[in-house]
């Protein structure tokens, strides 16, 4: 991630470039007749001009206020999604909260005369969306959306949060013509701001504004008045196999390092050191506080470690204890607002409920166990440079057994010991200590994702293929396996769905091991017949192998990646087939082999193929040996895959003797 520290500057004399904001409801011809975006022809909608203010209002409850302005061009119906509007309103209790206000909303559109009409959005179709109890979603949707027709609207956000200045993206799913950021910042408040991105700023200029801010008191104070544009902003395209795209979008950031007090003029810290963070949250009842109530988990788990000495064997048997009897409620965070004990006695909670009731209760059982710190994937990457507490949406517990550390999360029934979740594979966590400082630690996957086939089948003289299908399952394959069979009401009906998803193949018998063995690999057997050909009378029947997920797509399909990808955990797939032939036919050509490695050991797809008596051996073998590529390995990762798909193309010829 590029980060840039912009230094503010207060400038007495005028910028060149005065930014205000556009004026509303007025359309201009060429944006009516402007069929594609010239610098991004495949665009299906462009952001013509956009306009943000944010500013401290005056007065008591200082509210932080944000305006919004954009206008649209669609080109056609696969950018109608640009037209329903979702503005997100967070909620920190039940007397601070966003407020959403005076929102207008146009579509300028041309009617079956080729003439200009004009639909304004009816406020009664301005609705909230209930999200949780932190969040509420202000969405609507504009009238009269068409091919050709240009969307514009406005809005106006108070915010009771002036800690986080508003942050601005420049770039969104589609490209940008223009785009513009005014921040009014008080001499009293000191913010740091970033750059974060690939992207340069078209312009950064500085202005001072005289007398623009009044805490209250009579008091006023100078502000920094400072305007970001960003022009011909291209779309940041998504792709498989990356983080949060807040991580790589081109945004500028404000974090609020320290501010004066009026009453005394000294300036109050902030932005944070680590040591300062150590205290503040040792001390937090929703976290230390929490951490430290072990004696409210000896009494509960006293029962489930009697007779057991060894400490993996006690944490292991805490931790199953744990994750069958407090189930997750889908809330994210690192500290408890309603406490443990209130989670113990409904049998559920929050992430920071579940784990920090597992770290007190491996502590006391005598378990060295200590608080991480993370932010999720979807979250996005943790900012180093200076502590940032609301960075972080996550915690887990790190026990520490026999001179060995394992990450633990008892949010997922499904999770073995030691093995976080996916969403939890993001850079690095934070380890929080009741006895000595905080420190970084690599989250790094603790099992890989995989997988082994092995089918032993048989041609028989009717065209049909039959035999034994076995399929090993270990790490994260195993995890989303066994996730994927609890979702049914029993084996049966996964399998029966597994069936009909399986072209030309039919399951005859079935058998599922180790579904709740979860520190053992996960095996699936079964006996399939395959409808593979009508009759064996034709002098040369053709077979292809890759009847088995099957890559047909590649994932990789931009020409330049600016972000890394990012696969969470090391990759290893396995497929071993051998296939018996009747005696009336034999192999007359095989396929090319195949065997590709990507550069410093990065990865491998290797394919082979070995006549035997009585028929045919395949074998394939997919690895990714990193669990992060940087951008430099994109092209060979999508060669990789281009391999993949064209390995799967491939045909065994047999014929009659």
Not at 108 to 137: M, R, S, W
Not at 176 to 202: I, Q
Not at 407 to 435: E, I, Y
Not at 580 to 609: C, D, W
Request: hydrophobic residues 35%.
């Amino acid at each position: 991630m590029k980060i840039i520290l912009l230094l503010l500057t207060l400038l007495t004399a005028p910028v060149t470039l005065l930014a205000q904001d556009f004026e509303f409801g007025q359309y201009k011809l060429d944006e009516m007749e402007m069929t594609r975006y010239a610098k991004d022809t495949s665009a299906h909608a462009v952001v013509l001009h956009e306009f943000g203010k944010t500013w401290l209002s005056s007065g008591d409850r200082i509210p932080l206020i944000h305006e919004y302005h954009a206008k649209i061009k669609i080109f056609d119906s696969q950018a109608f999604n640009q037209g329903t509007i979702e503005i997100p309103v967070y909620k920190a209790d039940n007397d601070r909260f966003d407020v959403v206000s005076d929102i207008v909303a146009v579509t300028y559109y041309k009617d079956d005369n080729g003439l200009v009409q004009k639909a304004e959005l009816d406020p009664k179709k301005i609705f909230t969306v209930h999200q949780n109890k932190y969040l509420d979603i202000v969405k609507f949707t504009f009238p009269n959306l068409c091919k050709g027709c240009v969307i514009e609207y406005k809005y106006h956000l108070e915010m009771p949060r002036i800690w986080t200045f508003k942050t601005w993206e420049f770039q969104a799913d589609i490209p940008k013509v223009y785009s513009e950021y005014e921040a009014h910042l008080p001499a009293v408040y000191n913010y740091n701001v970033s750059l974060r991105g690939p992207l340069k700023l078209t312009k950064n200029t500085a202005d001072l504004e005289k007398d623009c801010f009044s805490p209250g008191g009579g008091v006023k104070c100078d502000c920094s008045k400072m305007n970001f544009i960003m022009a011909d902003v291209p779309a940041f395209i998504p792709e498989e196999y990356m983080t949060a795209p807040k991580n790589f979008i081109s945004a500028i950031y404000f974090e609020l390092s320290d501010y004066t007090d009026l009453n005394t003029g000294g300036k109050i810290k902030v932005a944070k050191e680590w040591k300062d963070v150590d205290y503040d949250m040792k001390h937090d009842d929703g976290f230390g506080g929490q951490i430290k109530r072990s004696s409210l988990m000896k009494e509960r788990t006293q029962s489930v470690i009697a007779g057991k000495t060894d400490e993996m064997e006690k944490a292991k048997a805490i931790y199953d204890f744990v994750k069958k009897n407090y189930k997750w409620d889908g809330f994210y965070g690192w500290r408890s607002d309603d406490g443990i004990k209130k989670a113990l006695n409904n049998h559920s909670g929050s992430v920071a409920e579940v784990n920090l009731t597992l770290i007190a209760a491996l502590n006391a059982a005598g378990i060295n166990t200590e608080a991480v710190l993370l932010s999720t994937r979807e979250h996005g990457v943790v900012n180093k440079l200076y502590p940032v507490e609301t960075d972080f949406n996550y915690v887990v517990a790190k026990a520490n057994i026999g001179g060995q550390s394992y990450l633990l999360d008892a949010t997922d029934p499904l999770l073995p010991f030691g093995l976080l979740p996916m969403r939890c594979m993001n850079d690095q966590g934070r380890v929080m200590s009741m006895d000595k400082p905080s420190y970084w630690i690599d989250l790094a996957a603790s099992q890989k994702k995989s997988r082994t086939y092995a089918l032993d089948l048989t041609l028989q003289d009717d065209g049909k293929i039959k035999g034994t299908m076995i399929n090993y399952s270990t790490g994260y394959e195993a995890l989303d396996k066994r996730a994927a069979i609890k979702k049914f009401n029993s084996v049966d009906e996964y399998v029966e769905d597994f069936d009909n998803k399986l072209k030309k193949i039919k399951i005859l018998k079935s058998e599922v091991r180790n579904l709740d063995s979860l520190d053992k690999p996960l095996m699936e057997k079964y006996d399939i017949e395959i409808d593979a050909y009508k009759d064996l009378n034709n002098n040369r029947i053709s077979f292809n192998p890759f009847f088995i997920d099957y890559i047909t797509e590649n994932p990789f399909k931009l020409q330049d990646r600016t972000y890394p990808i990012d696969r969470g955990a090391l990759f290893d797939d396995r497929f071993m087939l051998t296939l018996h032939i009747p005696q009336q036919l034999m192999v007359e050509s095989l396929p090319q082999e195949v065997g590709l490695t990507m550069p410093l050991n990065g990865g491998r797809f290797l394919v082979n193929y070995v006549k035997t008596d009585d028929g045919v051996q395949f074998s394939h073998v997919t690895q990714f040996n990193k669990s992060v590529y940087s951008t430099s390995e994109y092209p060979y990762l999508k060669e990789m895959f281009n391999k993949i798909i064209q390995a799967g193309t491939a045909e065994i010829i047999f014929k009659k003797k």
